[in-house]
């Protein structure tokens, strides 16, 4: 398969402090990648880097053949309609004053997509694809009216309604129970499959990851430690590091 994603020699320095340190990634089309480490080991700077949040160091992002990190702002922001980053608390991430409908349909409003009654028509369409149905009656209510789970559902419709090519998902589960926890990550995988996605999942959950994704790559301390198919890192890690995660992720000792 071709990359979709290319990640190369990325580093990212906050304050003289590297976060990210020659990260190398690739990215199929409908692949699903999980991006995995602890707090502070990069995974979430490297998202952010792909989505345009932060500016690289050093190294390159190419997004279908492109160079995004040498693409002029005014087009890496027309490129980056092809990627969508779902950020971690649903609580924070809608904004409380709109209604679900408005806040689905914000991001084809800032990229001048369609009219007014196509809008609509794919927010009820995107709102379906989440599974909060009766699309009408939640596109009409407030973000206050939702669950956490309900709420992250519609973070993913808001993603998926400009029909992007990449997904970024930063921790989606954070702060749900276990059952709801598996319900999103089920979801991201039925969409990846149905939609032909491409869903770079990042997380501190091996569990999960193991639940739902193609590939793992483990990140410690701003750098890639491991990667490998799902069964082989899980099965047989190589690494010291991932060989804990995985432990207390069975549990075993």
């Known amino acids: ?19 990210v340190d020659g990260v190398h990634l690739q990215v199929a089309a409908g692949e699903s990648v999980a991006l995995v480490g602890g707090s502070g080991a990069g995974k979430s ?7 345009g949040l932060v500016t690289p160091t050093a190294g390159s992002i190419r997004f279908d053949g492109i160079d995004l990190t040498a693409a002029a702002r005014r087009r890496g922001r027309a490129l980056r309609r092809g990627m969508h980053l779902v ?11 709109l209604r679900v409908g408005e806040i689905v349909a914000e991001p084809m409003v800032i990229h001048r997509i369609g009219t007014r009654d196509s809008r609509r028509a794919a927010v009820l369409e995107a709102l379906e694809a989440v599974r909060l149905a ?11 009216e939702l669950s956490g789970g309900q709420r992250q559902r519609v973070a993913f419709a808001r993603a998926l309604v400009t029909r992007p090519r990449l997904l970024l998902a930063d921790e989606p ?26 869903v770079v999942h990042i ?11 193609d590939r793992i790559v483990v990140m410690r301390d701003g750098r890639i430690v491991e990667t490998g198919s799902t069964a082989t890192v899980l099965a047989n890690p190589s690494h010291q590091y991932t060989a804990a995660l995985v432990a207390a992720a069975t549990g075993a000792h």
Do not use: K, W
């Not at 490297?46 to 989505?51: C, F, I, L, N, P």
């Open 203 to 213: 997380t501190h959950d091996l569990a999960l990851a193991g639940h739902s994704c």
């Open 45 to 51: 700077t490297v998202a952010r880097a792909v989505a």
């Open 134 to 144: 009766p699309a009408t009656d939640f596109a009409a209510r407030y973000p206050h």
């Open 173 to 198: 589960t954070s702060g749900l129970d276990a059952s709801l926890r598996l319900e999103i990550v089920d979801l991201m995988t039925e969409l990846a499959r149905t939609q032909g996605l491409a």
């Open 87 to 97: 950020f971690q608390d649903p609580y924070a991430s809608l904004p409380p004053g």
């Open 1 to 19: 398969m071709s990359a979709l994603l290319e990640i190369a020699s990325l580093s990212v320095v906050y304050n003289g402090v590297p976060a």
